[in-house]
């Protein structure tokens, strides 16, 4: 089997499920898949405010981001959508006990309110501690100190983790 021609993520993530299917990358449950794929859909075509607004900084907290530590998400749509999954599964990631799809198509909105020190609430603060602490996240530092560092030689290879975390 080929891999997928293109770079799209939800294709990539749709032949991983296909290759590999006791990874649990989608819910068991038809209903959860179903909506499963639907929020990965959203977030893959979605939050281009969110995305303009905090920019991917994978070295920890930035400049602009100190004049705004604290700020509320620009974008309530994830938090929505993490606030109805979790109260659904009883988490502690999306979809229950296992990481799915979802919550790796989340991971860069975890990152940017880890970067940026969005306040959250208490219990979206812990997906977020969860979901970057999760031991298949190689080379994160899951104890939520230090910054991010690139070690020469590794050509960007990222060791470490934003700093702080999704303050609660």
Same mark, same amino acid.
């Given at each position: ?52 607004s ?11 981001? #100190?004049?705004? *530590? %604290?700020? =509320?998400?620009?974008?309530? &749509?994830? $938090? ?36 940026y ?9 812990a ?7 999760h ?13 991010? #560092?690139r070690? *020469? %030689?590794? =050509?960007?290879?990222?060791? &470490?983790s $934003? ?6």
């Amino acid at each position: 089997m080929r891999a997928p021609p293109s770079g799209i993520t939800l294709a990539i993530a749709e032949y991983l499920n296909e290759i590999m299917p006791d990874a649990g990358l989608l819910p068991a449950d038809r209903g959860a898949r179903a909506h499963c794929r639907s929020i990965c859909g959203e977030i893959h075509s979605g939050f281009t405010t969110l995305r303009a607004s905090l920019p991917v900084n994978l070295k920890g907290i930035s400049r602009a981001s #100190r004049s705004g *530590r %604290g700020r =509320r998400p620009t974008s309530t &749509g994830s $938090a929505r959508i993490w606030r109805e999954c979790l109260a659904q599964s009883g988490g502690p990631f999306l979809f229950g006990e296992r990481r799915t799809m979802a919550d790796a198509m989340y991971a860069p909105v975890v990152t940017r309110f880890m970067t940026y020190d969005v306040k959250l609430e208490p219990g979206l603060s812990a997906y977020c501690r969860q979901d970057h602490g999760h031991a298949g996240d190689a080379g994160m530092d899951r104890s939520g100190e230090g910054r991010t #560092r690139r070690r *020469r %030689g590794t =050509r960007g290879r990222i060791l &470490g983790s $934003a700093a702080g975390a999704c303050a609660g």
